[in-house]
């Protein structure tokens, strides 16, 4: 590495030494005449080794930083983790609707019965169980991690499940049939993915609680 | 003039694997006494072998293998080998993206001819992104962000040519000046699309905050020249706060019409970009309380031929 060879500083010639003359202050030709101090600053912070520079940075403040850092991480894979696994499971859900719906019986197409009570079962076991467990996961991540950085700290970090016992009354009194299909799916989507939907209010709680958490370490 | 304690980064990746150094953004630390024991920068070839790619046409997710992949084609072998083993070593100190994106790795852009070039190609990237889609962008809002683009592109141009003067410091204290500017119109831009009730592009707000990052490591650089340390320290310390009032309430389902993995690659590279900000008043106030002259750093930073990385040791 040539990393510090010093610049060979020309000299001056006579026209840069006319530039710089022709460029002075008039008034450091008069007599008692002194440079402002604000001008000399950094001149004296740079030339002068008689007192040392203070510092003006807290190295302490880093490790807030890396602190803060790493909650935020948490809440982003969070964020993106729970998107994701909403999203196959709410593919898996409507999967499972389509084919019940295309084994619906010509009877059945006459004498229709609830969708919701069709699909509640269906829908604990394909999508609020996984949802639970993954959402168990993560808190349990949290956990450490706040366990690390705040050892004495007394938080609530429960994610308390966002539905009722009956997810899919929020189908209404549609009825399981091929005709409501795409209303079914429509409603479904909603549930899970969308605004105030399941992973938007677990995605709500994460986000409290990362800021809850930044909160509790001060500086 | 003093010497400046650059080290090459291997000689601490090692306490990195074995956990004995910490990093956070571009400071090293000590995981045991928590002393800082240097900072990452990037020398003046670094620039110039990451203009082998266009990262500034990139999206976050194809950045580091867009710059790993680089080789074919026409650049040199020199070149090529300099980008991999940058790209290495930039992965090995887990701050991959940070380096390709337009943060700067240290608080000198080292070289902005190069600069320049990537800001070229962000500035083609913008005009096609707008015009291929109606992002909401009204006319008269179109061309008040080519307006100022134009500016930002002037700006780095004179940062460029300014060594050229006599006595460039006017000339940088007025390029920071003018990006400081630029920079806050363009941090109004993001603001905007962040608070906005649709979701945000993520193409048009990655080319933007690339453009607003660009302008910040661009002002930081031209006030390290002029050896004004403390208010380069002072500016850079806005930056790292701006930064994280702008970012943090960003997360990897912002953005409209993206996939989580890829929202979290970008939340990723915004998250790098905000710790980093924060590293360069540390750096900063490191060089000011040693009293290393600001355009004595820089100049070191350019002779280097060998290592696109470099460590600034402190202890």
Known sequence: ?219 | MSTIPFDVPAQFLAGLNTGDIIRFGTILKDAHTGQILGHVQESGIAQSALSLVTSGAASPLSLVPEAINAGAGIYTAVQVGQLKAMMETLQSLQIATLGVSLVGVGVSVAGFLYMRKRFNSLDGRIDELIDAVNFGFETQQKAMLRRHMSRTKGLVQRAEQAKSLSDPRSEYAEVAAGLADQAAYFEGEISFMISAKDKANLDVFWQLAQVLMLCNSVRIDCRIRTNELRHAQNVSESIALEYQNLFESITPVSFDGTSPEKGLAMVKVLRDATDAAASKPYLIDYLRTRRFDGQDYIEALDREKQSPLLILREK
């Not at chain 1, 970090?157 to 799916?185: H, Q, R, Y």
């Open chain 1, 1 to 219: 590495m040539d990393l510090n060879t010093p610049n060979s500083k020309a000299p001056k010639s006579a026209v840069d030494k006319a530039v710089s003359f022709l460029q002075r202050d008039v008034r450091s030709f008069l007599p008692g005449w002194k440079e402002p101090a604000c001008a000399k600053q950094e001149t004296v912070e740079s030339g002068s080794q008689d007192f040392p520079i203070p510092s003006l940075v807290d190295p302490a403040i880093v490790d807030h930083l890396a602190f803060r850092r790493e909650v935020l991480d948490w809440r982003d894979g969070f964020h993106a983790r729970a998107t994701q696994l909403a999203i196959e499971l709410c593919n898996a859900f409507a999967l499972k609707i389509r084919e019940d719906l295309a084994d619906v019986s010509i009877f059945r197409r006459v004498l229709t019965r609830p969708a919701y009570d069709m699909l509640q079962d269906h829908f604990i076991r394909i999508v609020r169980v996984p949802m639970q467990q993954a959402i168990q996961q993560e808190q349990s991540e949290l956990s450490k991690l706040v366990q690390r950085w705040l050892p004495d700290a007394t938080l609530d970090l429960a994610f308390v499940a966002p539905w009722s016992d009956s997810e899919c009354k929020c189908l209404g009194d549609l009825d399981f049939t091929p005709k409501n299909e795409d209303e079914i799916l429509g409603k479904i989507e909603i549930l899970i993915l969308g605004d105030s939907g399941i992973v938007d209010r677990h995605r709500t709680r994460a986000t409290n609680l990362a800021r809850n958490i930044i909160e509790e370490r001060s500086l």
